[in-house]
Nanobody, 115 residues
């Protein structure tokens, strides 16, 4: 069992930045892939960014160039640096951990971008 806890959401204005954090209860070295997904009001959950092997990353087209996913091995954590935020980035952001073929989800953290 892997416990996944997100933090760092909040309310910001368009153009501002936020950094989301996700802590896993096991060593990063035992994890296959970590990622961030989001669910906007009235929409399905969608992929935002993933990182595997600690260096291989993927991003949704809508966030490329604005968001950066990274890992801190010592903290067993993954981060999502979000810059130039837009109102359409408003959503609940979920951290996802894949380990031994099992997918674990956090409870989510709300990000609201509005003027």
């Amino acid at each position: 069992q892997v416990r996944v806890v997100e933090s760092g959401g909040g309310f910001v204005q368009p153009g501002e930045s936020l950094r989301l954090s996700c802590a896993a209860s096991v060593s990063i070295h035992s994890i296959y892939r970590m990622g961030w997904y989001r669910r906007a009001p009235g929409k399905q959950r969608e992929l935002v960014a993933t990182i595997s092997g600690r260096v291989s990353t993927t991003y949704a087209d809508s966030v490329k160039g604005r968001f950066t996913i990274s890992i801190d091995n010592g903290e067993n954590s993954v981060y999502l640096e979000m810059n130039s935020l837009k109102p359409e980035d408003t959503a609940v952001y979920y951290c996802n951990v894949v380990r031994d073929g099992i997918v674990y989800w956090g409870q989510g953290t709300q990000v609201t971008v509005s003027s």
